[in-house]
Nanobody, 122 residues
Framework: QVQLESGGGSVESGGSLRLSCITS?????LGWFRQAPGQEREGVAG???????VYTDSVKGRFTMSTDNTRNTAYLQMNNLRPEDTAMYYC????????????????????WGQGTQVTVSS
């Protein structure tokens, strides 16, 4: 289960934030997702049990996802933030082996954190 998310906040365009997520139990995939008001939840980054990490195109080169050795803690380092990155960010945990097909597909995830708000002003 996803126990805790932290690290959101308000920054100016070009700023940085680092999100953290603590999980428990078996994890096949970990992912970061975001949802802006009126929009569908979007996969930002995801990593599977094989260590492969994928990113959505809009954050490539700016965001970096990492995990600790136990894979129970996930991080999302967000640099060069833009106003369009403003959203509620969620950590997801999947115990489904088929999440490796697309670790950024939120529909393949079982457990979610409470969300942390990221607001980027221009």
């Amino acid at each position: 289960q996803v126990q805790l998310e932290s690290g959101g906040g308000s920054v100016e365009s070009g700023g940085s934030l680092r999100l953290s997520c603590i999980t428990s139990g078996y994890t096949h995939c970990l992912g970061w997702f975001r949802q802006a008001p009126g929009q569908e939840r979007e996969g930002v980054a995801g990593t599977d049990v094989n260590g492969e990490t994928v990113y959505t195109d809009s954050v490539k080169g700016r965001f970096t996802m990492s995990t600790d050795n136990t894979r129970n803690t996930a991080y999302l380092q967000m640099n060069n933030l833009r106003p369009e990155d403003t959203a509620m960010y969620y950590c997801g945990q999947s115990r489904n082996s088929f999440c490796t097909d697309d670790p950024t597909d939120w529909q393949l995830y079982n457990y979610w954190g409470q969300g942390t708000q990221v607001t980027v002003s221009s």
